[in-house]
C-alpha cells in the first residue's frame, strides 16, 4: 500500500490552494498514480502536476511512501511506549528518534511527556528494547507499555480539510 503523509518537521505552515489538496488526495488515495492520471482529474497538464508535486516533496509537506502491513512482514508485536522523563526531554527523543524499532515520536502534554510506537518481531525483541536500551537511557523515569492486541484502524488517507 502507497500513502502520502504530512511531515511535522515542516518550520512554517505552507498554503495550499485547492488544486495542490486535490493532488495530496489523489496521492493518498493511490501513490502509485501516473502524472498524467492526476492531471486529467485535477485539471491541469502532466507537467504542471509533476512541478506541484516536486514543491510538496521539496518543501516536506508530504512524502511519499510505501506502508506494509507489520505482521505480514515478521513483526508480531506492536507498542505504544509512554515515557516520563525526569529533566530535557530532547535527548530522550533524539535517542528514541534513531532507534530503528521506534516508527513515531512525539512529545505531549499530560500524564507522558513523550510517546513512541514501536515494531518488534516478538515479545522478547520488545523486552529488549525496554530494559536495555529505552529505560536506561538518561532521564528516563518511568516508561508504561500498552501492547497492541488488534490493529483496527491505520489509513493516511485523511486528506487536506
Not at 489523489?26 to 492526476?38: F, K, N, V
Not at 516508527?103 to 523486552?127: I, M, N, P, R, W
Not at 537511557?137 to 485523511?158: I, S
Request: aromatic share 4%; proline share 2%; with cysteine.
Amino acid at each position: 500500500m502507497t500513502t502520502v503523509t504530512r511531515l511535522a518537521s515542516s518550520s512554517a505552515d505552507v498554503r495550499l490552494d485547492d488544486v495542490s489538496k486535490a493532488i495530496i488526495e489523489q496521492l493518498q488515495e493511490d501513490g502509485r498514480q501516473s502524472y498524467a492520471t492526476i492531471a486529467k482529474r485535477v485539471g491541469l497538464s502532466e507537467a504542471a502536476v509533476r512541478q506541484r508535486v516536486q514543491r510538496l516533496l521539496d518543501q516536506e509537506v508530504m512524502q511519499i511512501v510505501a506502508v506494509t502491513d507489520p505482521l505480514q512482514v515478521g513483526f508480531h508485536r506492536q507498542a505504544m511506549i509512554g515515557i516520563r522523563v525526569d529533566g530535557d526531554l530532547l535527548p530522550v527523543g533524539d535517542a528514541l528518534t534513531a532507534m530503528s524499532e521506534v516508527s513515531y515520536v512525539v512529545t505531549t502534554a499530560g500524564s507522558f511527556d513523550l510517546l513512541a510506537e514501536v515494531v518488534c518481531e516478538d515479545d522478547a525483541e520488545l523486552l529488549d528494547l525496554l530494559t536495555r536500551r529505552i529505560r536506561t537511557l538518561p532521564g528516563v523515569q518511568t516508561t508504561e507499555t500498552f501492547v497492541y492486541l488488534k490493529l483496527n484502524k491505520q489509513h493516511y488517507n485523511w486528506g487536506t480539510r
